[in-house]
């Protein structure tokens, strides 16, 4: 390992000083959006400063993972978190189109942090995968019910461990980082913080890779179902059947019942019903057809001889006559006339 910082050393701590406070105010969200131009100049200028800063500690080969943690200088410690705040500003980046890209980038950034915090024994901790997971994971296998449920037990009471964790050491951090920023604080006071600070980042780091390997499998699977529904290239459209009307079965029947709301199809055009009104003689301005002669004659010879029968008193006429006025008296008119009567 490199004896401290030498000349460099104020400059490297510049270079991390400024990406971490910018990382801070991005996270503080004091403005409306993280997709607001303001924040992402200042997520552009912290990754810049970041960047710079990395290739130095590479440069001049800070850290080692054949060395113990005792051989770390104290004020070297704070360079351990580089590669968390690359992975947490990368996450902040807005872009659609390379969101997998920065997914990927943020998650490697976080992968190292934890690796090189593995090989110095801080934490204890399992380290994820090195690769992210494919669009569709393949299913686990069979196994008894309790091994689940053991299982999700588990990943809930690491959680809330991590989350107590976490509590408390941002309420310790906040109680001396007054003493470190102003440099009241000495070399034990110094190394305490750095450790509660890289520990602390390294529960962020297991949350962000568990946020981002889910959201890379959403990402991926979007993308496949787009490529599957997206029809082959050079090939035309097929043109689809048109759909045939449909009645809904209420309606229908209400249609048998009730009628579907208009007159029946009619069975003559308006001419030919013209024309039959017409030989009726119903039209207006057309007189009543009149009978002809030969049916008037008959007519007055039917009763020229009821006429004679009666005089010539015929039993049979008059009694029939009689009996007829008779069942008159006692039925009204229309008595026996039940035809169309419901």
């Known amino acids: 390992m490199a004896e401290g910082c030498g000349a460099e050393a104020p400059r490297l701590a510049e270079l991390l000083a400024a990406g971490w406070r910018l990382w801070e105010e991005v996270e503080a969200g004091t403005e409306p959006s993280s997709a607001a131009p303001a924040v992402q100049d200042k997520v552009r200028r912290g990754l810049d400063a970041l960047q710079r800063a990395a290739a130095m500690v590479a440069q001049l080969d800070l850290f080692s ?8 200088a104290s004020a070297d410690l704070r360079y351990l978190l580089l590669p968390a705040l690359l992975g947490a500003l990368t996450l902040r980046q807005v872009s659609q189109s390379q ?4 997914l990927d980038s943020a998650r490697a950034h976080f992968c190292r942090f934890l690796r090189l915090c593995k090989s110095y024994g801080l934490g204890r901790f399992a380290l994820p995968a090195a690769s992210p997971p494919p669009a569709s994971p393949p ?3 069979p196994g008894p019910a309790g091994g689940s449920l053991l299982a999700a037990a588990s990943a809930r009471q690491a959680k809330i461990e991590r989350y107590k964790q976490k509590k408390e050491l941002e309420n310790r951090l906040a109680s001396m980082r007054s003493f470190v920023e102003s440099g009241q604080a000495d070399e034990d006071q110094m190394r305490e913080f750095y450790l509660l600070q890289i520990q ?13 390997d889910q959201e890379i499998v959403i990402l991926k699977s979007r993308g496949t179902i787009k490529q599957s529904s997206a029809p082959p290239h050079g090939t035309s459209r097929q043109v689809r059947a048109p759909l045939k009307p449909f009645i809904l079965t209420r309606d229908a029947a209400q249609a048998k019942v009730f009628g579907a709301g208009y007159p029946g199809v009619p069975t003559m055009t308006v001419d030919d019903w013209y024309e039959q009104r017409r030989r009726q003689g119903v039209m207006p301005g057309q007189s009543v057809p009149q009978r002809t002669p030969a049916g008037v004659a008959d007519e007055e010879l039917q009763k020229k001889q009821q006429e004679k029968k009666e005089e010539e008193d015929d039993e049979e006429a008059l009694q029939k006559a009689r009996n007829w006025d008779d069942w008159k008296d006692t039925h009204p ?3 026996g006339n039940r035809q169309n009567m419901g």
């Open 333 to 335: 008119k229309g008595y």
């Open 139 to 141: 299913p686990a296998a």
């Open 200 to 212: 602390k980042w390294i529960n962020i780091s297991l949350e962000e890779i568990e946020s981002i």
């Open 99 to 102: 969101r997998l890209e920065h």
């Open 65 to 72: 993972e054949n060395e113990d943690l005792e051989e770390v």
